[in-house]
């Protein structure tokens, strides 16, 4: 299984790519905020932010197609969430399911193609390295760099087992796939559990103490974590 579109293009080098990362990750968190924050019905400034960050995937190089692409995946469940709390929502009476439920449609797709943007025009790496110069929580930053680090090697597992279990099977419908597919979660998720004390007990032995070094300089190391807090 391949997990190459988890980072950007690196040939990229759009004026964005080569902004600074922490000006670009607290400009998105502020552009989600105030997203977040509008009331319900504000079209003009939801139109305002959506041409903002049309303009920014314009200068940046990122393929719009990709974005959108990308957005489609999770729209299925923001287009769930707009049905079930469009109904409900305090301001339902006042200004109609319809509004209340284009508006939650909007939000979500203006935040979620904000954070696709960022992600694209700025590594995961280099991502952290703003966060930790951000004064955010050690633990919270050592366990998204493991989580990433590991995605990885969680992704080889998952294929190794599906192939495996494609050799032992010659059943071609689909109906019959999802017992198959379930079973494969459930073994994944244990044999997850096993290698993370098996990678925990291997790191600790080798002097694991929370701090991430780099060969890229001193900037990028993490102050000190204690081990029983960093555990993977």
């Not at 952290?128 to 633990?139: D, G, H, I, K, S």
């Not at 999802?178 to 998720?189: D, H, M, V, Y």
Request: net charge positive.
């Amino acid at each position: 299984m391949r997990l190459d579109w988890l980072e950007p293009d690196q040939s990229a080098h759009g004026s964005l790519h080569r902004l600074d990362a922490r000006i670009k990750l607290v400009a998105t968190l502020a552009l989600v905020l105030a997203v977040v924050l509008l009331p319900i019905g504000s079209w003009r400034p939801l139109g305002g932010a959506a041409m903002l960050l049309a303009f920014l995937v314009g200068i940046s190089g990122v393929s719009p197609g990709t974005l959108l692409r990308r957005g489609l995946a999770v729209m299925p469940v923001v287009v769930l969430l707009a049905v079930m709390i469009a109904p409900s929502h305090p301001m339902a009476p006042t200004f109609g399911p319809w509004v209340v439920g284009g508006t939650i449609l909007a939000k979500n797709c203006l935040t979620i193609l904000s954070i696709l943007l960022l992600a694209h025009v700025t590594p995961f790496r280099d991502l952290m390295t703003a966060l930790e110069q951000l004064r955010a929580p050690t633990v919270l930053v050592a366990t998204l760099l493991l989580m990433y680090r590991y995605l990885f090697v969680l992704a080889e597992q998952l294929s190794r087992m599906a192939r495996a279990r494609r050799a032992r099977s010659f059943r071609r419908s689909r109906w019959s796939e999802w017992p198959l597919g379930a079973s494969l979660i459930a073994g994944l998720l244990l044999r997850s559990f096993e290698r993370g004390e098996r990678v925990h007990a291997a790191m600790l032995a080798r002097g694991w103490d929370g701090t991430f070094r780099s060969l890229d300089g001193p900037d990028s190391i993490s102050p000190p974590v204690q081990p029983d807090s960093a555990s993977p």
